[in-house]
């Protein structure tokens, strides 16, 4: 895979943030597509005096087109196995700036919880280039590893590993194994990761060090689609003292591709438009509580409490919910246990 000059001009100028020295350690060995990995390396390299690429055998690295990341000679836990090209070109790249020094994307409070844990947790991601959902779930699990030396994440290309496909029987990507067990199968946001992560380790919550209470706010809106998104917004514009609590920013929105029916915008995508979503809100000084989901509600008189799943409770004089919509399903024995594995939504990642 060979990168043109427009785009190695374009990581330079992002990697010019680096604080940190980063070394991309190449497995030694012999493979039919090693070379093409070395050199695809090799110029990501060479946009930075702080990076640097090696080649040895390491115990960490199964496969000869596995390579994985230190920072400051200090291993990350992140391994690539596979050209991370296509979609995956950006977990590469945002690996590289997180484990360089850049600020995580993930709330406090989730790195709190993350920091927390003790045993060793191995996650391995299997993906597929041509999957637009896969890089959010390997770019979480990537943050998870830099928080936390007993967490490693290891994102593999089933193209190019079809054996370790054919044998775990996987059908829709990510799938997502954590220490040799299935974990989460087909599409599944950072909220979802950390509410499988408490079920699997209910301990994590109260092991983790509370976080700062926010104080009692005016407005608490659960939902960051387009209408959570708009409640928080004017809310704000009036000055009131607001909080956004959603799994994600944009809501269901955000898995349409294709939106040509917002009346004065042509074509837009579901990205695109939850991004321009984020930014608005960002414009005001409303506290977003991103990648979380709300446990319970507490109706009072005065106030409202609103507990997350993170175990923390924020009190409000006004509650809004724009939780909006899910995927519909069917009801019938197996679905839930087979998503991702024959039954899917998303014709996109799912479908081929």
């Known amino acids: 895979m060979q990168l043109d000059q427009a785009m190695l001009d374009t990581v330079r100028q992002y990697f010019a943030a680096l604080s940190r020295d980063i070394t991309l350690v190449l497995a030694t060995g012999e493979h039919a597509r090693r070379d093409e990995l070395k050199t695809f390396l090799a110029q990501i390299v060479a946009t930075s005096p702080r990076l640097s690429l090696i080649e040895q055998a390491d115990a960490a690295l199964t496969s000869p087109v596995s390579f994985k990341l230190l920072a400051d000679g200090t291993d990350t836990g992140i391994i690539f196995s596979g050209i991370p090209g296509g979609h995956e070109f950006s977990s590469l790249i945002l690996a590289i700036l997180q484990a360089g020094g850049s600020a995580l994307k993930l709330d406090e409070s989730i790195q709190t919880l993350i920091r927390a844990v003790r045993q060793p947790l191995a996650f391995t991601t299997y993906i597929s280039l041509s999957c637009h959902n896969c890089p959010d779930v390997v770019q979480t699990l990537n943050q998870f590893a830099l928080l936390n030396p007993a967490i490693s994440s290891e994102m593999i290309d089933g193209g190019l590993f079809q054996e370790q496909i054919e044998a775990k029987n996987i059908q829709g990507v990510p799938a997502v194994y954590l220490n040799g067990e299935a974990f989460a199968n087909g599409k599944i946001d950072t909220a979802r990761l950390v ?158």
């Not at 269901?252 to 074509?267: F, G, H």
């Open 195 to 352: 509410e499988k992560l408490l079920e699997r380790y209910p301990d994590l919550a109260s092991a983790a060090a509370p976080a700062e209470s926010l104080p009692l706010q005016d407005v608490v809106v659960i939902g960051g689609g387009p209408a959570g998104s708009s409640a928080a917004i004017y809310a704000a514009r009036k000055g009131l003292k607001v909080t956004l609590v959603a799994d994600r920013i944009g809501g269901q929105v955000k898995d349409t591709m294709d939106i040509e029916n917002l009346i004065s915008v042509p074509k837009t995508t579901g990205p695109e438009l939850a991004g321009k979503l984020h930014t608005h809100l960002a414009a005001y000084p409303i506290t977003l509580r991103e990648n979380l989901r709300v446990q319970s509600v507490e109706k009072g008189g005065a106030t409202h409490k609103v507990l997350l799943n993170t175990g923390e409770t924020i009190e409000t004089r006004t509650l809004i919910v724009a939780s909006g919509a899910k995927w519909r399903e069917l009801g019938i024995p197996g679905e839930k246990e087979n998503i991702g594995n024959g039954v899917a939504f998303c014709p996109h990642c799912d479908g081929p």
